[in-house]
């Protein structure tokens, strides 16, 4: 099977733990990182040995070998760099929060609904045992309809990567 030729936009800390679990994957080739601090984006890629690094985004945009984007940036830029990657035909796994406001979320949804591609917004609890038995137990209706519901989180590192999309 080929693996799915990925690009990271947004070298901090969360790419780190991303990138861990891309690079291990067979089901995944990071192609090239972006970062607008050149340092960062040239370090990530000299660590984890991905062939390209770049300080626009926009430059891998038009990439053919490029088949998703991770966008890995801090919230501000989400629904930007989504909607462009979306417009340029490539799927994306968008890290939270998908954008700053609900006006920005619908731009996302409504050119994820305009495209054949697929949108994956992160949320590492989502399939947890735990999550799954929440969800289990709301949807059976035991609890009556919460109106209320607090989640206290842990390491991001103690969760089991969940591939966001694959070959068939």
């Not at 800390?13 to 291990?24: F, G, K, M, P, V």
């Not at 417009?87 to 495209?115: M, W, Y």
Request: hydrophobic share 45%.
């Amino acid at each position: 099977m080929t693996p799915i030729s990925v690009a990271v936009v947004g070298c901090g800390h969360i790419s780190w733990i991303h990138l861990e679990n891309l690079c291990r994957s067979p089901s995944y080739k990071v192609a090239v990182v972006a970062d607008v601090i050149e340092s960062e984006a040239r370090c990530v890629a000299e660590y984890y040995r991905i062939d390209g690094w770049t300080r626009d985004y926009r430059d891998i945009l038009s990439r053919p070998d490029v088949e998703a984007v991770f966008v890995l940036t801090p919230p501000s830029a989400h629904a930007a760099i989504a909607i462009a990657a979306l417009r340029a035909g490539k799927h994306v796994f968008c890290e939270n929060p998908l954008a700053r406001n609900l006006e920005d979320c619908k731009a996302v949804i409504a050119q994820t609904k305009n495209s054949d591609r697929v949108l994956f917004l992160a949320y590492p609890l989502r399939f947890s045992r735990d999550a799954q038995n929440v969800r289990h137990v709301i949807s059976s209706g035991m609890l009556g309809r919460p109106v209320f519901f607090r989640t206290y989180g842990r390491s991001l590192r103690a969760q089991k990567a969940v591939p966001f999309m694959t070959r068939n």
